[in-house]
């Protein structure tokens, strides 16, 4: 047998084990964790590839910070010290961001000064030292500008970093960026912004997920502790969770993918298939004591064992649909899921068989519920019930939220998160977008006629379309013509010559491109979904009258992929359901070699899939980017519970009649599977002190979801399988 050279030498075995995990989990510390919605695009996405065109031409990336003037905004010794940050972010602006990691930064107080600089005359590259000169030179900036810049009660402010796509954000976030908004002394500073928000969105994971994992295992040695009474028995029981873990994240690290944050709901799942797997075979080996201990294992491994197996298989391939969604996080996901439950059961099989042989639990408690065998009785009441909790669940499908928002992905209490919640608020702004414009010819920009035609399409949007800003080189060109745009292309050439440089920076490539900016605050997806529709649709009917002159790309950005996203996230959801199920049924029909076994082992995975509805109306949870796995984890997890107790009636019932089976089966089973339940809830409960709703909501509809697996697997097959009082089982032998 393949165990015994193990069991000869079980305690170096261990150590081996032990030693290979160690140099597997120094990996962990690379394991690359991101909250940006973007990657949860296919690349392949138009959407994507335009915004990716773009980049390519701009540097449209950027963080920000967030300015509380102690008085206005505008006076000239706070304007200086903008200035003076602004100079320490980007001391040297030829660079383009080639060494910094900065291309530009935008403020009200680089504009005044570009703007002066521009002045003839008197003008100098400065801030003016007159305030009168300063109010005369806000009336030159145009207003869809200034007020994206500053608030209109000139008490806030922003100060925009672009970097490169490829910048090191996190060293311009620790070595610039946070020290210097420490430092202010007319203004408190508050760095925010996108690309701020997925880097502490990370930290705040990180900062807690130590704590968050060690409480974890203090809740699960608890549960094991009140079941069994014996710390022996709950030390190798939880074995297998701890190797598994450190084994899963420092695989996580090798791989070079990122991962989104609900990769750390590995940790639960682990602790809750850990302990069942390791569970199973501890109580079954509890029933065997009184035989040698190394033909107890024996016996274990091949029975117990092989049911296991089967639940790591047809978990596994539970997950494997995750790998086929053509978002790369939930596909990085499922491989993450994949990769620990494999794990899972390569610890639970060589360390339970091992620990029990070399340290056996000297008390004996074997876990055995005789009163569930009593639910055979009552199958008509019980499938009644089921019946009904499944007709209120399908009913409740209309009242299923689905949405996605960025804004839902990030701790609702980092600072930097409040900061752009208030930002949004007094700025009208926080889903930045963009809109490419291309001419054929150099020069083209500067056509009357299409700068006439971008100037209508702008205020069409800005004055037609809710909570939508829009503005370009147009405004600017207008402000510095008095308000008026330039009537042949001499007059505009002149003026495109004496722009401010920080205009040029932001919105031109040569004279052929042109950048528009879009913004809406943070809002609800339905009103983001409509406003990204009505922009698009007014750039569909202007493409056709700049016809010959250029052409206007889609609306790109943060509010176009949040809405493109939630498009695809009902087909994502009924393709993992359908490939979990079909992969999950077809592993089961090879394995049990049943078509009747595996039938009636799905049972209970089809009544949990019709309840899912009713659970997310009932919390409150919408489907999104993470809720959206939960099915397959559900039918990956879940059918565990199903199949030990199909696995058990197949044993019990070639020796005993089918209702005999069955009951054996329900007291001898259900003890494990409610106490990996138990445990599992226990484990997770941690969680929810990340303070992280998206995590929270993750983890609830999981707890939810495998506490109704077990419960119907219990009560479902408890019903089916004593049908004609088990005659229906001893036809099947």
């Keep these: 047998m393949q165990y015994d050279l193990l069991l000869k030498k079980p305690k170096l075995t261990v150590l081996i084990f032990t030693i290979i995990t160690i140099l597997v989990s120094l990996q962990a510390v690379n394991v690359v964790i991101t909250s940006d919605i973007e990657v949860y695009m296919p690349s392949d996405q138009p959407s994507v590839q335009l915004l990716n065109k773009i980049r390519e031409i701009w540097p449209i990336d950027s963080l920000m910070i967030y300015l509380e003037a102690k008085d206005n905004i505008t006076k000239i010794s706070t304007l200086k010290e903008i200035d003076n940050m602004e100079n320490a972010l980007n001391p040297d602006a030829y660079d383009k961001g080639k060494n910094d990691s900065v291309t530009y930064t935008a403020s009200i107080a680089s504009l005044i000064k570009d703007t002066y600089a521009q002045t003839p005359f008197i003008g100098k590259d400065a801030i003016p030292d007159r305030q009168i000169v300063v109010n005369g030179l806000l009336h030159f900036i145009p207003d869809e500008i200034k007020y994206k810049l500053i608030s ?10 672009t970097t490169p796509q490829d910048a090191d954000v996190d060293s311009l976030l620790e070595d610039k960026v946070y020290p210097i908004s420490e430092t202010t002394y007319t203004l408190n500073a508050y760095p925010t912004g996108m690309l701020t928000l997925y880097k502490e969105t990370v930290d705040w994971i990180m900062g807690r997920i130590y704590v968050v994992g060690l409480l974890s295992l203090l809740i699960l040695l608890m549960v094991l502790y009140a079941f069994h009474r014996d710390m022996k028995t709950v030390i190798i029981a939880i074995s297998p969770v701890l190797y598994s873990i450190a084994l899963t994240f420092g695989t996580m690290g090798i791989l070079p993918i990122e991962f989104a944050p609900t990769a750390i709901a590995v940790l639960p799942l682990l602790g809750a298939l850990g302990v069942a797997y390791s569970l199973h075979m501890i109580n079954y080996f509890m029933e065997l004591i009184g035989k040698k201990r190394e033909d107890a294992v024996k016996k274990m491994i091949n029975t117990t064992g092989k049911a296991v197996f089967l639940s790591a298989i047809t978990t596994i391939v539970g997950f494997a649909s995750l790998l086929t969604s053509s978002m790369p996080p939930i596909a990085n996901m499922g491989l993450a899921f994949l990769i620990g439950v494999l794990y899972c059961f390569i610890s639970t099989m060589i360390l339970i068989p091992c620990l029990l042989v070399a340290f056996p639990p000297k008390k004996k408690v074997e876990l055995k519920w005789t009163s569930l065998a009593n639910l055979t009785r009552h199958r008509r009441q019980i499938l009644l019930i089921l019946a009904a909790v499944s007709l209120v669940s399908v009913a409740s499908i209309p009242y299923v939220s689905q949405r996605t928002s960025v804004w839902e992905m990030m701790p609702q209490k980092m600072n930097s998160y409040v900061k752009m919640q208030e930002y949004s608020e007094k700025f009208n702004a926080g889903q930045s977008g963009v809109i490419l414009v291309e001419t054929d010819r150099e020069g083209g920009i500067m056509e009357p006629k ?13 004055t037609g379309i809710d909570n939508v800003t829009i503005y370009s080189i147009v405004d600017v060109v207008k402000k510095l013509n008095g308000n008026r745009l330039p009537s042949t292309k001499e007059d505009a050439e002149r003026i495109f010559e004496n722009l401010p440089e920080k205009y040029k920076d932001m919105m031109l490539n040569g004279t052929n491109r042109t950048l528009m900016y879009v913004e809406m605050p943070i809002m609800p997806l339905p009103e983001t ?5 009505a922009v698009n649709q007014v750039i569909q009917q202007y493409n056709l009258e700049i016809r010959g002159y250029g052409n206007i790309s889609r609306l790109a950005g943060l509010a176009a992929l949040t809405v493109e996203l939630n498009d695809m996230l009902m087909d994502q959801q009924f393709r993992f359901m359908f490939i979990s199920l079909l992969l999950v049924y077809l592993c089961l029909l090879i394995v049990f070699r049943s078509f009747r076994y595996a039938s009636f082992t799905m049972i209970p995975i089809l009544f949990l899939l019709i309840w899912q509805p009713s659970m997310l109306v009932l919390l409150n949870i919408p489907l999104n980017v993470s809720t959206i796995t939960v099915s397959s984890i559900a039918i990956g997890v879940g059918i565990d519970f199903a199949v030990h107790i199909t696995e058990r009636v197949r044993e019990e019932v ?28 226990g484990g997770a409960l941690p969680i929810f002190l990340m303070e992280y709703e998206m995590i929270s909501q993750f983890i609830l509809l999981v707890l939810f979801m495998l506490t109704f697996a077990c419960i119907s697997a219990i009560l479902s097959l408890a019903s089916v399988y004593s049908a004609r009082n088990g005659k229906l089982l001893e036809a099947w032998k």
């Design 529 to 533: 979904r409509d406003a990204v529709a």
């Design 152 to 161: 209109q009660d000139c008490k806030n402010g922003v100060i925009i970093l």
């Design 450 to 462: 299409l700068l006439k035609k971008l100037d209508e399409m702008e205020k069409i949007i800005n």
């Design 654 to 681: 070639k020796e005993k009649g089918g209702l005999k089976a069955i009951k054996i089966a329900l007291s001898r089973k259900s003890p494990s599977l409610a106490e990996a339940t138990i445990a599992l809830i």
